[in-house]
């Protein structure tokens, strides 16, 4: 997929007109990062790579090959590492040499710091601890000045609604689907009910690897040639969503629909053809060659069946020397081994097997005589017979046919029981969402139900999604679609627009939704200034490991005389997020 891949430019580093340093924005992928400064005139992010790094063991951090400076996946596919458990940064020592690649590549030269703000994406719910290992890294080892935390699919789905001059707040339902999960997210006045959000662990790398398993299935001679990559690269080309599953899988039942629908993938492979286009010279010394090793062949399946005939021939001798020599209780029970049933038929037996030995010590010393000649002669005229023949079309053989798979893999979505997921697809769980609201809410929610992220670019998901709300929703009731105007990059664009309009540190003001320095030091790591775009911050205290604890010496129950005895219970701050979520102005 990324053969073709060119390393990425170094660009140069940008200062606003108000003084402080052009924001970086970063959308952190699970599948890819895009990455580049937070400017106008940008329509989409120069850097653009895969979330993988790849190291040899006992390698040196410098020599660590990242994203596209990979030129094949495939062979290193064994070596990759991903900072991602499914869409959660887990992994920070990867997280960091992508930063490391991303900071390199936008010309950041200064020693020791990056001193520009950083915007940066997060999974919807994003756990506390995630947030404060990332807010350590980007503070602590480099230094920024602020950072400020937003979920991909929000800002992709404000970056629509503004392009489409869509009055904030707004209200609706997104339906997210990247490359490790799929997302439900309600957002009621302008921010995310976190409450209410679901995910569902299928999503663009479970379609793939589901891809990969039919067609190696159905092609069991190009397993090797069957690689994950060129399964991503045939879904997003190839795959298309049935707007009705059932019926789209009886139309492929015609041989014409078939022959029009199929598409075929060609595998790289070798064009040397076996016969064709060579010499006359190459040919006869192939020809002999044959020959040669067939002569050979014979000679010794002559010699074995010689062999094999001689040892049973010595054996039947023995038996028949018993009866010559008077030993008549053995002979007969040797006859009895022999499942035979005379001596007579004893000798009818010997006699054959010494003309079969006869007949092939002869044809051994004679092996390249007229019967060698005749079996020459017979294998010769085999091949030019065959020369006549049209040659063997090696291109067709390595071409992989893709009919019923180019809707199979993107249903998943909806029925992942398909790969063996115990679990609801992405509409029921859109209908277990909006079962928690009230009719009027869902009505709401349902004007703008929005689909965004990479793995809803195939055609026919609008419709399809359409289709089953048309199912779910009741008689003559209202609802909208609306497919992001650039699913892949909205994201981006989303952080891009939300942080040239709320630049921080201009004005000395504090704006909300970014974090300082200041901010990180005094509300610890997993803190989050909220904004329209960005999770909700519930603060629960994050327990650090404890020393050892020493035996506690024994307690004696007050008696009435030592007074009352006062109970203190600490509970952790606890925050309840209800449907009336408050209007943020985005």
């Given at each position: ?6 390393p ?6 940008l200062?606003?007109?108000c ?36 190291r ?35 992994n ?121 398993r ?43 629909f ?103 010590r ?30 063997f ?22 029925q ?80 891009r ?18 974090i ?71």
């Amino acid at each position: 997929m990324n053969s073709d891949s060119s390393p990425d430019p170094i660009l140069d580093p940008l200062v606003t007109s108000c003084g402080t340093a052009t924001p970086i924005v970063i959308d952190n992928g699970s599948f890819q990062t895009r990455a580049d400064w937070a400017t106008v005139d940008l329509d989409s992010p120069r850097l653009l790579f895969r979330s993988v790094a790849a190291r040899s063991r006992g390698a040196a951090r410098s020599e660590t090959q990242i994203g596209n400076d990979i030129p094949n996946l495939e062979p290193l596919r064994w070596l990759l590492k991903s900072q991602f458990d499914r869409n959660v940064v887990v992994n920070f020592e990867i997280q960091e040499l992508i930063f490391d690649h991303v900071f390199t590549h936008l010309g950041i030269t200064s020693e020791g710091r990056v001193e520009h703000p950083i915007v940066l994406t997060e999974a919807p719910c994003n756990p506390l601890h995630c947030r404060q290992m990332m807010s350590e890294l980007l503070f602590e080892c480099y230094g920024v000045p602020h950072v400020s935390y937003g979920v991909d699919a929000l800002y992709s789905f404000h970056h629509t609604n503004n392009q489409k001059n869509l009055r904030p707040p707004q209200t609706g339902i997104i339906l997210s689907s990247g490359y490790h999960c799929s997302h439900i997210l309600p957002v009621l006045n302008g921010r995310l009910d976190a409450v209410n959000s679901k995910r569902v662990n299928v999503a663009g790398g479970q379609a793939a690897a589901y891809l990969q398993r039919l067609l190696q299935l159905k092609y069991p001679g190009h397993l090797a040639a069957i690689t994950l990559s060129r399964m991503e690269e045939l879904l997003h080309e190839h795959s298309y969503t049935a707007v009705d599953y059932q019926e789209e899988l009886e139309k492929w039942r015609s041989p014409e629909f078939y022959e029009r629908e199929v598409h075929r993938m060609q595998l790289p492979f070798s064009g040397k053809l076996p016969g064709g286009c060579v010499s006359v010279e190459e040919r006869q010394e192939r020809r002999a060659q044959q020959l040669r090793r067939l002569q050979e062949s014979n000679a010794r399946r002559r010699g074995e069946k010689l062999h094999q005939d001689q040892e049973r021939l010595d054996r039947l001798m023995a038996v028949q020397e018993l009866l010559e020599d008077g030993f008549l209780d053995q002979f007969h029970k040797s006859l009895v081994e022999l499942n035979m049933d005379s001596a007579e038929e004893l000798q009818s037996y010997i006699s054959k097997l010494q003309l079969a030995v006869e007949q092939g010590r002869q044809k051994l010393l004679h092996s390249d005589g007229a019967e060698g000649k005749t079996e020459v002669s017979e294998l010769e005229q085999q091949m030019e017979e065959g020369d006549g023949m049209p040659a063997f079309n090696m291109a067709e053989y390595h071409q992989l046919f893709v009919g019923t798979e180019r809707l199979r893999c993107p249903e998943i979505l909806f029925q992942p029981s398909l790969t063996g997921e115990d679990q609801m697809g992405m509409m029921e769980t859109l209908q277990y969402v909006l079962a928690r609201y009230t009719p009027e809410q869902q009505e709401a929610l349902v004007s703008n139900v929005f689909l965004t992220g990479g793995n809803m670019q195939y055609p026919g998901m609008k419709e399809r999604v359409e289709r089953e709300l048309l199912a779910i929703r009741p008689f003559q009731s209202h609802f909208k679609v609306t497919l992001a105007m650039q699913p892949t990059l909205g994201a981006w664009l989303g952080a891009r627009d939300w942080a040239l309009e709320h630049p921080p540190g201009c004005g000395g003001g504090r704006v909300a939704g970014w974090i300082s320095r200041q901010d990180y030091e005094e509300k610890g790591g997993e803190y989050l200034s909220e904004h329209c775009a960005s999770n909700v911050f519930v603060p629960i205290k994050i327990n650090k490991t404890l020393p050892a604890r020493q035996a506690e010496p024994s307690v004696t129950l007050p008696t009435e005389a030592s007074g009352p005895v006062r109970m203190v219970t600490s509970s952790p701050t606890s925050s309840s997020l209800t449907s009336d979520v408050p209007m943020v102005s985005c």
